[in-house]
């Protein structure tokens, strides 16, 4: 950083001190403070202006958080930190309750020595300008100007800089240099416009309010009045929408790459063709249908699809994958499974490399998606020459547009989707939009949603137990207009009733009796319980879904209500406050038994153990029946895509489930607003028996991006943290809706990978578009690869990382793909694989040999002594996994390594010490140093121990290390087909 400085864009720190007094005290004492200088800020606002009410609103609703994140810490601190939180609660309070004066001065005081306990999510980023891209009191601000053009990467959102602030469940601030980065482009460049490049900003997702920005909400006090244009995928509507809502963004939608069906290679097509000999020999004793089975019986093996197919054809029968045996199971049926299997993978479609925003394609890249847009139907003439001429009008729009917003133009409107399944997003360079929340789910959805419920349901076993976790995502619901919302309605037996223009207005249950109501398509089917986890923009775009979720649960109570005041008349009150918010048109008693409704027999189970545990009736009622989950309000993201990818952050997997239940245990519904509800979130994680991700994209899979396994994996992670197995992880694929799947996530995730990122009709495009198209082998594969990993290694198995080793270290395909890796600025990205492929193999996921670990070691540390560190979550200066590899290197490299290691690492000032006992914060008066004496300086002993003391009770030990030269490269890529799609 010393020598970028005179080199680099730069603001002095009192330039920014002078510009940080102009903040609003909220701000001030966030960055400073942490969330308790938010917090003490707005209850002294709210205090200042007379409003008690909103103060112990505010107070209680933070509190709660806080002393669940103190909790939850196994810190040297946590117990002086939670009496530290008692006496800050109780002074607020009493000084509301005019009980004593309790001083400005007192609070401040209790305040400070909470955020000096150094507890991760506790602290801000201290007085400015902070520690982040600081030399000599000056920010650092990296970049390149051409002219009046000015490009640089946006600053680090935090964690890149305290990894320990992963563990948090609270929101934590952006750093002082994102704030100062943006005040120098409005008052220092005085841009004009800022243009944001990729997918996605983190400004959009910083903390606060969801719409109505005001002056405390970072998106609104970043960006000022300065114009925003968005280049933004066509398929990312839903993140895209955010951008709108929260940075006011007008987006410039752009093609995803040309979309080609999967071609067979190697084993598969071999595969394939045993398939297909088996097939044509008709005469069943042939001994070509013979050696067919026998040889693909061993090309099973081979590919280790022994154990999934198990599990499939088990699934296909209603059976348990212990009552499968493969080489037990009939020829034709094996056949069968294998046959479907390439099938499954030839039906799926990849991205030929990436589109280059506002240039024209080819005409085979125009050919290839035509084709796929037709997929089985064949469109008539008229409709195919239209789709032709907007799809290769495209570019040109894009490019139009994008200059006309510059010049302050109007950009036209129009939808966003995956243009296979929407060809009306064409042509591209329009500023897109969603659709409406009201209208969601669909009656298209719901048709399909409950489809693919009846379908997950008939693959049960008999003695499948345990409750159904949905995951939704508002990209999804925008692609697929609420097909996972009405799948969750249709488990709890529930379905919208629509007005005459599509809009929902309310709720209706479905009766469990077939012969009653066609829409029970199934005999003897349950009313299942069903957990809602939502994302954070799930939770801003569509908040009015979270009220009819939570609706629908308590309808489908309502249908065993009567049952329940029957057998459980002591539960009467309780059941009456979980049913209270059902508006009067809904309310429906009912007489269903328990056995048949799940949510009413795992109400009345939660209720009466709360009760037991003292919990009153009303609130005991109330909290059983609670079933949607998410983020804190302002807070985006499980948690478990940053955690995993800061390896050295963790040791123990629990550790990420921990971090997705601190992130995730919020509930919301009719009357509720994301309050911290741990407990109960923890008691319906602990029944979880099977999990669902939906994908309605053709373009995005599960290894394209982190918010699967944040998601899913996450939840299964935390699902077998409290259970002690993982739970039965399920995928609906129905990008095609002609033809909606319900798999495995093993089926999924596998397939996938096979079909996609190991095959070289997917490698050799992104081989041509040299850097962008190495990052997308490396960040928008390996980094998910490693994140499904550690979140569900029962699915990614040891053979796994043999075929990533294989195909691109060893070039298996022969396409050049080492070598290519090896190029320029690639060979950072080849460095950052190889780490994660042998962090793998040190944490014991992948077992390779000893010879297989020291030519990816030699080749690792031969790379790093050369063209240093890749500046990645797995290898920086501190991590463990660098003397693991240090260890295996002969002793002339290891110097040459370590050189290079210890030359990365930076030093940072020491934090000032913490008090390491609570009478130190306000001393008595007996204690207190007598006037005119002097204190007593500490002997250079009793110095030493004191400090020690200091950091046992919470002093900041930051390891931050920074990545802005590296993301200055990565928003020079270009326009990737992004990397986010929830």
């Known amino acids: 950083m010393e020598a970028m400085a005179g080199q680099v864009a730069s603001l002095t720190g009192q330039e920014y001190r002078r ?32 409003e008690p009410g909103l103060v112990r609103e505010v107070l209680a609703r933070v509190a709660k958080d806080l002393r669940h994140l103190l909790e939850q810490h196994d810190h040297p601190a946590r117990e002086r930190a939670l009496d ?69 990467p946006q600053p680090p959102r935090g964690w890149e800089v305290d990894e320990e602030l992963l563990h948090a469940n609270t929101t934590f601030p952006p750093t002082h240099q994102y704030l100062g980065f943006y005040h120098w482009l409005r008052t220092r460049f ?44 066509v398929d ?38 045993l398939v297909e000999t088996f097939e044509v020999a008709t005469d069943p004793d042939s001994p070509t249908r013979h050696r067919a089975v026998t040889m693909l019986r061993e090309r099973i093996e081979g590919l280790e699809l022994t154990e999934a197919f198990e599990r499939e054809i088990a699934s296909d029968l209603g059976l348990t994958a ?3 045996n493969l080489d037990e199971v009939a020829a034709e049926l094996l056949v069968h499974e294998a046959g479907h299997y390439v099938t499954d993978m030839q039906e799926r479609f990849m991205p030929l490399g990436l589109h280059v925003f506002g240039r024209d394609w080819d005409e085979e890249a125009v050919a290839t998606m035509l084709a796929s847009m037709a997929g089985d139907t064949e469109p008539g003439a008229e409709e195919q020459a239209g789709r032709k001429a907007r799809l290769e009008a495209s570019p040109r729009h894009e490019r139009e547009n994008f200059l006309g917003a510059l010049a302050g133009r109007f950009v036209p409107p129009g939808p966003g989707n995956d243009p296979l399944r929407t060809p009306e997003v064409l042509p591209t360079g329009r500023n897109f939009h969603a659709l409406s929340s009201d209208l969601v789910p669909t009656q298209v959805a719901w048709s399909l949603g409950s489809e693919m419920a009846a379908t997950a349901r008939s693959r049960d076993a008999e003695t499948a137990k345990g409750s159904e976790a949905l995951v939704l995502w508002a990209s999804d619901t925008v692609r697929d207009e609420g097909v996972m919302i009405a799948f969750g309605f249709d488990m709890l037996g529930v379905k919208p009733r629509w007005n005459s223009r599509g809009i929902v207005q309310g709720l209706e249950r479905l009766p469990l009796n077939a012969d009653l109501n066609e829409d029970a398509a199934e005999q003897g089917r349950e009313r299942r319980d069903v957990l809602f986890t939502t994302s954070g923009l799930f939770r801003d775009l569509y908040e009015d879904q979270l009220v009819w979720l939570d609706l629908a649960v308590r309808l489908a109570l309502d249908a065993a209500s009567e049952t329940i005041r029957a057998e459980h008349p002591q539960l009467a009150g309780a059941l009456a406050a979980a049913l ?86 919020h509930v919301y519904g009719q009357e509720q607003g994301g309050e911290s509800a741990h407990a109960a979130f923890d008691a319906n994680l602990a029944r979880v028996g099977r999990t669902y991700l939906g994908r309605a994209s053709h373009l995005y899979g599960l290894l394209d991006n982190d918010d699967g396994f944040d998601f899913q994996g996450g939840l299964s992670n935390a699902v077998e943290q409290l259970a002690g197995t993982p739970p039965d992880n399920r995928v609906l694929q129905h990008a095609d809706p002609d033809n909606p799947k319900v798999e495995s996530l093993e089926r999924a995730l596998l397939g996938e990978l096979r079909s996609r990122n190991l095959n070289p009709q997917w490698l050799r495009p992104l081989m041509e578009h040299g850097y962008a198209g190495a990052r997308t082998m490396g960040s928008d594969f390996l980094d998910n690869l490693w994140g499904w990993q550690v ?103 290891r110097e040459a390594f370590n050189a290079v290691i210890e030359a990365a690492r930076l030093e940072f000032r020491k934090p000032e010490s913490a008090p390491t006992t609570i009478r130190e914060v306000e001393p008595s008066p007996a204690e207190a140093t007598p006037p005119n004496e002097a204190p007593t300086a500490p002997s250079g002993a009793e110095a030493q121990e004191n400090e020690t003391s200091a950091i046992a009770e919470g002093g900041v030990a930051m390891l931050p290390w920074l990545l802005g030269l590296a993301a200055l490269v990565l928003l020079l890529g270009g326009m990737l087909y992004g990397r986010r799609a929830r």
């Open 19 to 50: 510009y940080f007094a102009t903040l609003p005290s909220t701000i001030r004492g966030e960055l400073v403070q942490g969330p308790l200088g938010y917090l003490h800020a707005r209850l002294a606002q709210a205090d200042a202006q007379g």
């Open 84 to 152: 530290l939180l008692d006496q800050y609660v109780q002074g607020w309070q009493a000084r509301l309750d005019h009980e004593q004066a309790v001083e400005s001065e007192t609070l401040e005081s209790l305040r400070d020595a909470l955020v000096a306990t150094g507890i991760p999510g506790l602290t801000g980023w201290g007085e400015p300008p902070g520690r982040s891209m600081i030399v000599d009191d000056r920010m650092l601000f990296p970049g390149l100007r051409f002219g009046n053009i000015f490009i640089g």
């Open 190 to 233: 005085a841009a004009d416009a800022l243009v944001y490049v990729g997918r996605h900003s983190t400004r959009e997702f910083l903390p606060r309010r969801r719409a109505g920005l005001a002056e405390d909400d970072y998106p609104e006090l970043l960006g000022g009045n300065l114009p925003l244009i968005y280049p933004y995928i």
């Open 236 to 273: 990312g509507v839903g993140e895209g929408i955010q951008a709108k809502r929260r940075a006011l963004g007008v987006m410039i939608g752009h093609l995803t790459p040309p979309l080609a069906a999967t071609e067979l290679y190697d084993d598969l097509l071999e595969l394939r063709q």
């Open 322 to 324: 212990e009552e499968v």
């Open 580 to 665: 209270d918010p059902l508006p009067e048109e809904m309310r429906d008693p009912g007489r269903e038994a328990l056995a048949d409704n799940r949510v009413a027999a795992r109400w009345v189970a939660d209720t009466r153990e709360l009760m037991a545990r003292g919990e009153p009736a009303t609130a005991a009622g109330d909290q059983a029946a609670w079933r949607v989950f998410g983020t804190a309000p302002g807070a985006y993201g499980a948690g478990v895509n940053r955690l995993a990818s800061r390896s050295s952050a963790w040791e123990e997997r629990d550790e990420l489930g921990s971090a997705y239940r601190r992130r995730m245990g």
């Open 791 to 893: 979140t569900s290694p029962q699915v990614v198995r040891s053979w796994v990382w043999d075929e990533v080793d294989a195909v691109y270290f060893q070039d298996r395909h022969d396409l050049g793909l080492d070598d290519f890796l090896a190029e320029g600025h690639n060979v950072h990205v080849k460095t950052h694989m190889q780490a994660t492929a042998l962090l793998a193999a040190k944490r014991g996921y992948w077992d390779a040999d000893e010879a297989t670990l020291e030519r990816l070691s030699g080749e690792f540390a031969e790379a790093v002594i050369e063209h240093g560190l890749p500046g990645s979550g797995h290898a920086h200066p501190d991590h463990p996994l660098l003397p693991w590899i240090a260890a295996r290197l002969d002793d002339e490299r």
